[in-house]
């Protein structure tokens, strides 16, 4: 079954650091980009950037760049999102989504994990 | 960055009726060289894990019903549906992936009148 299975949810203090998963299976991971992508409760969807596993390539989104860090394995067909001090206002629900590529370009998003909830209390 | 602006905010629809959903980008998402509108729709079922119902404005996935449609061009589109059935309940988005960073609409909820 072609899927991404992400990591579960996490209560963190603010400060704190901790990375998320996202692991790809039924197809070849390396080569499509993964995308995350943010909700804080309440709110809408948010395109936090893309990397893609077969080179590590990263877009960030401008809005995101220097708070997270996107990372990825593809010896386990495994995506990661990072952050080093997390705040209140990292409490969200974060998936990661597949782009399929079309007219040579990344395109949208065709298969989405079940999301992983972070919330950030003290 | 590429903005999108959907309207209404909500909607109530009755069972049978349609629902019809706008959105807005603040510059075009077609492509000239291939005539082709880089929007997308989801739908989003509380609880659930978004779903994409149409790609390139109005290419419907596969298994989506077709009372689902989408229509527009350039810089204003709409989704459609035809007939809504309690499962629509949900909130939608459209999302455009012409240029990094891609962007959503702020989403509509679609409820039961």
């Known amino acids: 079954e072609v899927q991404l299975v992400q990591s579960g949810a996490e209560l963190k203090k603010p400060g704190q650091s901790l990375k998320i998963s996202c692991k790809g299976s039924?197809?070849?991971?390396?080569?499509?980009?993964i995308a995350w992508v943010r909700q804080i409760p309440g709110k809408g969807l948010e395109w936090m950037g893309i990397?893609?596993?077969?080179?590590?390539?990263?877009i960030y989104n401008p809005s995101f760049q220097g708070h997270v860090t996107m990372s990825a394995d593809k010896s386990i067909d495994t995506a990661y999102l990072q952050w080093n001090s997390l705040k209140a206002s990292d409490t969200a629900i974060y998936y990661c989504?597949?782009?399929?590529?079309?007219?040579?370009?990344?395109?949208?998003?065709?298969?989405w994990g079940q999301g992983s909830l972070v919330t950030v209390s003290s | 960055d590429i903005v999108m602006t959907q309207s209404p905010d909500s909607l109530d629809v009755s069972l049978g009726e349609r629902a019809t959903i706008n959105c807005k980008s603040s510059?075009?998402?077609?492509?000239?060289?291939?005539?082709?509108?880089?929007l997308a729709w989801y739908q989003h079922r509380p609880g659930q894990t978004p779903k994409l119902l149409l790609s390139?404005?109005?290419a419907r996935e596969s298994g989506v019903p077709d009372r689902f449609s989408g229509s527009g061009s350039g810089t204003d589109f709409t989704l459609t549906i035809s007939s809504l059935q309690a499962e629509d309940v949900a909130i939608y988005y459209c999302h455009q992936y012409f240029e990094t960073p891609y962007t959503f609409g702020q989403g509509t909820k679609v409820g039961i009148k």
């Open positions: 390139w404005a109005s």
């Open positions: 989504a597949r782009h399929t590529t079309g007219e040579g370009v990344t395109v949208y998003l065709d298969l």
């Open positions: 039924g197809y070849d991971f390396s080569t499509y980009w």
């Open positions: 990397i893609y596993p077969g080179d590590s390539a990263i």
């Open positions: 510059q075009s998402v077609l492509y000239s060289s291939n005539n082709k509108n880089y």
